[in-house]
């Protein structure tokens, strides 16, 4: 069994994504702020991006996306995991989320970024579900992980991106609890996500995305005008706290605070 971690001496935040480059359109500027105020970063891609090109086979694919993966996660100060399988492998079954748990419990975040759950592709989905069922059991001991990792008996908030695109799978405009302000750290996460080098023409040819960088930052901008305040911005719904830690753990708003979070309500920021 892998020994339980010291307590750290900083909070934790763990981002766990469906494939290398999901976190850095997503999620990487609330990371790098969070990371400005003195957070421990962890990222986890489940998949390998293996299924990401039309011109490689898939180890060279691979090869190709641990090391864009890396020199993202090198920009973002992150840990970055090992990924568990390959592109359309991620399932929402016991083996794999033995894998997602072990991940978890070695992190022990205090903070968990995870997926939409009503976005437009399967595998982000899945993700989603496997790293919230994940967090919710980090501290049962009869849930066995692989490799066998010590339970972690602290509380966790999940907080739920923005779905690509930021609406769900029916094409509804999904709209974030509160946006977080990313305008000062905008350019380092546009230079990670940069790193994805392989992903602009896959992204072309597969999705018709003609600008893969624009893509993020249209979608920054537009959740930036949702929050009413922030020019970049963005966007997250918060997990239920049931099974998590109490009602009113909110790390990362405490962390990074009302200058950087606006709250959304049904007329608009406060």
């Given at each position: 069994?892998?020994?339980?971690?010291?307590?750290?001496?900083?909070?934790?935040?763990?981002?766990?994504?469906?494939?290398?480059?999901?976190?850095?359109?997503?999620?990487?500027?609330?990371?790098?702020?969070?990371?400005?105020?003195?957070?421990?970063?962890?990222?986890?891609?489940?998949?390998?991006?293996?299924?990401?090109?039309?011109?490689?086979?898939?180890?060279?694919?691979?090869?190709?996306?641990?090391?864009?993966?890396?020199?993202?996660?090198?920009?973002?100060?992150?840990?970055?995991?090992?990924?568990?399988?390959?592109?359309?492998?991620?399932?929402?079954?016991?083996?794999?989320?033995?894998?997602?748990?072990?991940?978890?419990?070695?992190?022990?975040?205090?903070?968990?970024?995870?997926?939409?759950?009503?976005?437009?592709?399967?595998?982000?989905?899945?993700?989603?579900?496997?790293?919230?069922?994940?967090?919710?059991?980090?501290?049962?001991?009869?849930?066995?992980?692989?490799?066998?990792?010590?339970?972690?008996?602290?509380?966790?908030?999940?907080?739920?991106?923005?779905?690509?695109?930021?609406?769900?799978?029916?094409?509804?405009?999904?709209?974030?609890?509160?946006?977080?302000?990313?305008?000062?750290?905008?350019?380092?996460?546009?230079?990670?996500?940069?790193?994805?080098?392989?992903?602009?023409?896959?992204?072309?040819?597969?999705?018709?995305?003609?600008?893969?960088?624009?893509?993020?930052?249209?979608?920054?901008?537009?959740?930036?005008?949702?929050?009413?305040?922030?020019?970049?911005?963005?966007?997250?719904q918060r997990h239920?706290?049931?099974?998590?830690?109490?009602?009113?753990?909110?790390?990362?708003?405490?962390a990074l605070g009302?200058?950087?979070?606006?709250?959304?309500?049904?007329?608009?920021?406060?």
């Amino acid at each position: 069994m892998l020994p339980r971690e010291a307590k750290p001496t900083m909070p934790t935040a763990m981002a766990i994504a469906a494939h290398p480059d999901d976190i850095e359109f997503m999620m990487a500027g609330t990371l790098l702020a969070l990371g400005e105020a003195g957070w421990r970063l962890h990222c986890l891609n489940v998949a390998t991006g293996s299924c990401g090109s039309r011109s490689t086979g898939r180890d060279e694919t691979v090869a190709v996306r641990t090391r864009e993966a890396q020199a993202a996660a090198a920009m973002l100060g992150s840990i970055l995991h090992p990924p568990l399988v390959d592109d359309i492998e991620i399932y929402y079954e016991p083996r794999l989320l033995a894998r997602v748990a072990a991940v978890v419990r070695q992190a022990a975040p205090q903070a968990l970024l995870v997926p939409s759950p009503c976005d437009y592709m399967e595998d982000h989905v899945n993700a989603s579900r496997l790293a919230v069922t994940a967090a919710f059991t980090r501290g049962m001991p009869n849930l066995a992980t692989d490799p066998p990792a010590a339970p972690v008996d602290s509380p966790v908030a999940v907080y739920h991106a923005l779905p690509y695109g930021l609406q769900d799978v029916l094409r509804r405009p999904v709209r974030p609890d509160f946006c977080v302000d990313i305008s000062r750290v905008f350019d380092r996460k546009r230079r990670a996500l940069a790193c994805h080098e392989s992903q602009k023409r896959w992204l072309d040819e597969s999705q018709g995305i003609g600008s893969y960088l624009k893509a993020m930052e249209d979608m920054s901008a537009a959740v930036g005008r949702m929050s009413g305040r922030f020019a970049l911005a963005e966007g997250w719904q918060r997990h239920s706290h049931l099974g998590f830690g109490p009602p009113d753990f909110d790390p990362l708003g405490e962390a990074l605070g009302p200058d950087a979070c606006a709250e959304l309500t049904e007329g608009g920021s406060r």
